[in-house]
């Protein structure tokens, strides 16, 4: 219910500013910022809804002269342009900036449900003509994935190239020097230890890439070995317990760059330089990097630091290793999985028998997921 009918808007700091009673409180916003932000034809395109003004089109001087309710909308007099401007009421609402105090560092938004064994117990397992066909189901299973990091799927057709008709429902395959698509099998020379029947501990792929990727689809056309189990943990959750057990190991590790490499295959030298766990500058958990197979020298950490540097890293290896928090399944024929790769790190146990195992893969971006979520929204589809 909004309150904006109860009071008039108040002006403060001459016009620079305007006070406003929204659910919650009282919110300010500034005159610069509701000028830059105006919805009319003329500052932007109604029909693409992009911005036709630059900001030194708006007079640095811009002030607000007065500012009305008039039914839900909020009409704004700007001078010195003399120019009038609405704004819808829910409009403000969801675009309120007036909060007070700094988030803890390490937050997360609400879109976002950490998880550990537990998850197992509630996963459902999508099929993927529901997926296809259906909205409502692509918009949940998508929905899923931005909460949980992670889904599984069911039904694939067992074919060359699964995965790219998987990254078709949202968005579009990221090639890479793997491939647009990649074969999962032991081989020969590997020219990743992806590619044998060694165990892998749980990891982020290609944290050597700048941008990494930030999905990765696995696709099973074929498992008849023994071992060979998928396994899955959430990064956010182990950064979670970390910074609870010890905020000065997390700290270290969010406050220093980590090292990783791949040179593998002819013509390759991909590095990069990143924190094991990444916060964004208010502090909003980003990003958890852990791979063991290709963490490079870290020298970025002062020698003062690296001891305890060390230990956090350690509590972190345990943590990923931590049964209490690793979701375990076995993929068959037709059976596919899909981890946010910033977020949800993966595993396979080590294949001990001989028999067929193979699997596809490919990366995809995660801008195309939350697009797919918000056109499908702007749609209607319901679930
Ligand atoms: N493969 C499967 O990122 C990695 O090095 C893990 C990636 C080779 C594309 C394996
Ligand atoms: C990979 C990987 C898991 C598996 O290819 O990146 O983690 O089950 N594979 O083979
Ligand atoms: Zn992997």
Same mark, same amino acid.
């Given at each position: ?25 009282? %919110? ?24 036709? *003004? ?22 704004? #007099? @700007? ?58 189901? $692509? ?38 020097? &793997? ?34 990727? +930030? ?25 979670? $317990? ?37 916060? +964004? ?16 020298? @870290? ?15 350690? #509590? ?26 910033? #977020?949800?790190? %993966?595993?396979?146990?080590? *294949? ?10 490919? &990366? ?5 997921? $939350?697009?797919? *979520? ?10």
């Amino acid at each position: 219910m909004l309150t904006h009918t109860q009071a008039r808007p108040r002006l403060l700091d001459q016009g620079q500013a305007v006070e406003l009673d929204l659910v919650g409180g009282a %919110h300010r916003f500034h005159a610069m910022w509701l000028r830059d932000n105006a919805q009319d034809a003329a500052t932007r395109s109604p029909g693409n809804g992009q911005r036709l *003004i630059t900001l030194l089109d708006i007079p640095s001087d811009t002030r607000i002269a007065s500012a009305e309710w008039v039914d839900d909308c909020l009409q704004v #007099r @700007f001078a010195p342009e003399d120019k009038v401007v609405e704004f819808a009421a829910d409009w403000l609402q969801a675009h309120c900036y007036d909060r007070r105090g700094a988030c803890e560092a390490g937050w997360t938004s609400g879109i976002v449900t950490r998880w550990d064994a537990d998850l197992a117990g509630t996963l459902v397992v999508a099929h993927y003509d529901a997926v296809r066909d259906d909205p409502a189901a $692509r918009l949940n299973w998508l929905r899923t994935i931005r909460r949980r990091g992670f889904a599984r799927m069911t039904g694939v057709p067992a074919l060359d190239g699964a995965p790219a008709e998987i990254a078709a429902l949202f968005g579009y395959v990221r090639e890479t020097n &793997y491939g647009r698509i990649f074969d999962v099998r032991a081989e020969v020379n590997p020219s990743n230890l992806a590619y044998t029947n060694l165990g892998l501990q749980a990891h982020t792929d290609n944290p050597y890439r700048d941008p990494v990727p +930030g999905l990765q689809i696995l696709v099973c056309l074929q498992n008849e070995v023994e071992g060979g189990d998928s396994i899955v943990v959430d990064g956010f959750e182990i950064a979670a $317990r970390l910074q609870a057990e010890t905020p000065e190991g997390f700290a270290l590790l969010t406050s220093h760059c980590a090292r990783f490499e791949y040179a593998g295959a002819q013509g390759v030298r991909l590095r990069a330089k990143k924190p094991l766990i990444e916060l +964004g500058p208010d502090g909003e958990l980003l990003a958890v990097r852990f791979n063991n197979r290709s963490a490079a020298p @870290f020298v970025d950490v002062p020698y003062e630091a690296m001891a305890d540097y060390y230990v956090a890293y350690r #509590r972190m290896a345990e943590l990923v290793e931590d049964p209490a928090l690793a979701v375990r399944f076995k993929l068959e024929p037709g059976d596919a999985f899909i981890v946010d790769n910033l #977020r949800v790190l %993966h595993a396979r146990s080590a *294949i001990t028998s001989s028999g067929n195992r193979h699997l596809q893969g490919c &990366y995809a971006d995660k801008d195309g997921l $939350r697009s797919s *979520i918000a056109a499908l929204e702007a749609q209607g589809a319901s679930t």
